[in-house]
């Protein structure tokens, strides 16, 4: 983060939240976004201005009344009063009208700015930050926090616009009335300042407290959404609905406090204008002051004086809001401002063969202190299938997801064409993979759609329709209603996992990638199935550099070099034949999966 913004670090519910130094600088930040919709707030500004000059001017047409009454020249005025009533409450309701449609127009376009850009920056943030932070606080950042920047916007600068500039015109019309009393009524301006800055050091830590808690019950509410089936089986009911009420009881108290806050804020100022009215009326009646004042002129002075107590009562009360808004934006920009994938690759990775080589390379994830990988050196010439085969947590996964640079390695090299991974450009590095994962991801859209994304999504029908079939798809995906059109649902749960796997691996088939990266691919087919998939898969694999990682060894027989990694190194690694002759770790895997598959 830039030194201008240096931060204190508080923690609560096991949650480290930043908190930048200066309030103001954050706020001011946050009007940036408002340069896009100038016009929209020149027009609301205008309507603002219009509605605070008509609250003095009601006070000067309650003098002409009081006056025009006491002269005794009513009939005179008759027809003007009326009119000129009804003239200063249309004026009112356009400005009214402009001020709030024309801010509300400023304050979505702001919304919708920032959460463009939240996404934008999450889609090329790396992984480490994905594994750092669970999903319901990340959907927090993009939902709750920019409602409440609607708030600071909206809200807000309507307040301190309208509210603010009312102040301003009946003060100027009370100093022109009498400037001896108003000077009385501004000795009260730096009470309020102190009570409203004591406020806001209140409210923007309770805002923040609050988003922290606001994250708590979305990731709880997540983890329950997603995992229902476990919850269910594993009477795991209490315990989710304990969570959550321990959560949601937290985010209670917040806000519970800042309403305390508030409720306290308002009846204090109000008092102190009070105080500061019934001074101001007892010095008005002393003849020495008043007495060059007309009796319509010390009326509108009182009334110009009482109308000051809303629009100050309603400027304290916005501060809690404005105080939500830039507790927001410390979370907004902090995210924002997150470094992305680091991608310093100068060199086109346009015709790539495939050999590839990892060369003294060790690995390990941000913030651990154990080696995921250790001193791994491995050839894979081009056109060649490299099987990673070992226990779970080993650190296969890890190799194959080092290729398409989701992690940078520490030391070593790992090299594609005699070239290292971090060299290419990191949108055509990806572009020359494929992968199939254990973990299928499918998006909420068609079959089309998922077998034809991103980059894909030009692919003809026919196109589409040879890679479903090479993945042995296109047979269920007849027998469907809509056919390609039919919607998977999210993360595909409208479809069964042999299926999300078949068209996953259909998707791997569309891209033609020169190098194929199968991360357990057939692991969710049954035994027919895997025998289809495993024949369209060496179709794929004879014309492609592959890495596959399995855990049934028979899929993986006929691979050109099989390792095994255990504990973060390659143990062991050659061909199907050599590695059960060493009468190693493979030939006692082997074995001890035939033992199984033959009892």
Do not use: C
Not at 161 to 172: F, K
Not at 328 to 343: G, T
Request: glycine content about 8%; charged content about 20%.
């Amino acid at each position: 983060m830039h030194d201008q913004n240096k931060k204190n670090t508080t923690k609560n519910d096991n949650t480290v939240t930043t908190v930048p130094l200066s309030g103001m600088k954050t706020y001011f930040r946050l009007l940036g976004y408002v340069r896009s919709s100038w016009g929209y707030l020149m027009l609301s500004v205008l309507g603002y201005v219009i509605y605070a000059a008509m609250e003095p001017a009601l006070a000067a047409l309650l003098k002409h009344i009081v006056d025009v009454v006491s002269v005794g020249t009513i009939s005179e005025s008759r027809m003007l009063i009326p009119l000129a009533i009804l003239a200063v409450f249309i004026a009112r309701g356009i400005g009214t009208f402009l001020g709030n449609y024309f801010m509300a127009k400023v304050a979505n376009n702001v919304v919708f700015d920032l959460r463009t850009t939240m996404f934008n920056k999450l889609v090329f943030l790396s992984a480490d930050y994905y594994h750092s932070i669970p999903t319901g606080r990340l959907l927090a950042k993009l939902t709750y926090d920019t409602e409440q920047v609607i708030g600071s916007i909206t809200q807000a600068i309507r307040v301190l616009l309208r509210e603010g500039l009312t102040v301003v015109g009946l003060l100027s019309y009370m100093i022109y009335m009498n400037w001896r009393l108003s000077l009385l009524f501004l000795l009260v301006v730096p009470l309020i300042g102190v009570i409203v800055a004591y406020a806001s050091k209140r409210f923007r830590k309770l805002s923040t407290r609050i988003q922290n808690a606001m994250g708590g019950v979305t990731d709880v509410a997540s983890e329950a959404i997603k995992g229902h089936e476990v919850v269910k089986i594993f009477g795991g009911s209490e315990y989710e609905i304990e969570r959550f009420r321990k959560a949601a009881s937290e985010n209670r108290r917040s806000q519970l406090k800042m309403e305390m806050t508030r409720s306290l804020n308002v009846p204090i100022v109000q008092f102190i204008l009070a105080i500061m009215m019934a001074t101001l009326i007892w010095f008005a009646l002393s003849p020495s002051i008043s007495s060059h004042m007309s009796p319509g002129d010390f009326i509108a002075f009182l009334t110009a004086a009482g109308m000051l107590g809303k629009p100050i009562r309603q400027l304290t009360e916005v501060n809690s809001i404005l105080q939500k808004g830039i507790a927001a934006s410390y979370s907004i920009f902090d995210f924002i401002d997150l470094k992305e994938e680091v991608d310093e690759g100068q060199i086109s990775a346009s015709s790539v063969k495939g050999d590839i080589e990892w060369k003294n390379m060790s690995f390990k994830y941000h913030g651990s202190d154990k080696q995921a990988l250790n001193n791994i050196n491995l050839t894979l010439p081009a056109g060649k299938t490299l099987a990673l085969v070992g226990r779970s947590g080993g650190g296969k996964s890890t190799i194959a997801n080092l290729l398409p640079r989701f992690y940078d390695i520490e030391s070593g090299q790992l090299n594609i064409d005699g070239v290292s991974v971090s060299d290419y450009k990191l949108a055509d590095l990806r572009l020359n993979i494929a992968l199939v994962n254990q973990k299928v991801v499918l998006f909420n859209g068609s079959i089309r759609d998922n077998i034809a994304y991103g980059a894909l999504k030009k692919a003809t029908e026919e196109e589409v329709i040879e890679a479903a079939k090479a993945a042995n798809a296109w047979g269920f995906i007849q027998e469907l209603e809509q056919g390609l059109d039919t919607l998977v649902g999210e993360d595909g749960v409208l479809l069964s996992g042999g299926q999300r796997q078949r068209i996953a691996i259909a998707r791997a088939i569309l891209k033609n990638a020169p190098i194929l990266v199968l991360d357990e691919a057939t692991s969710a087919l049954d035994t027919e199935s895997e025998r289809a998939i495993q024949s369209a898969l060496d179709g794929l694999m004879a014309n492609r550099t592959t890495i596959a990682i399995a855990h049934r060894l028979s899929t993986i027989e006929n691979a050109d070099i099989i390792a095994v990694v255990d504990h973060g190194e390659i143990v062991e690694q050659g061909s199907h034949h050599e590695l059960l002759a060493m009468n190693g770790a493979y030939a006692q895997l082997h074995n001890q999966q035939f033992s199984e598959v033959s009892a």
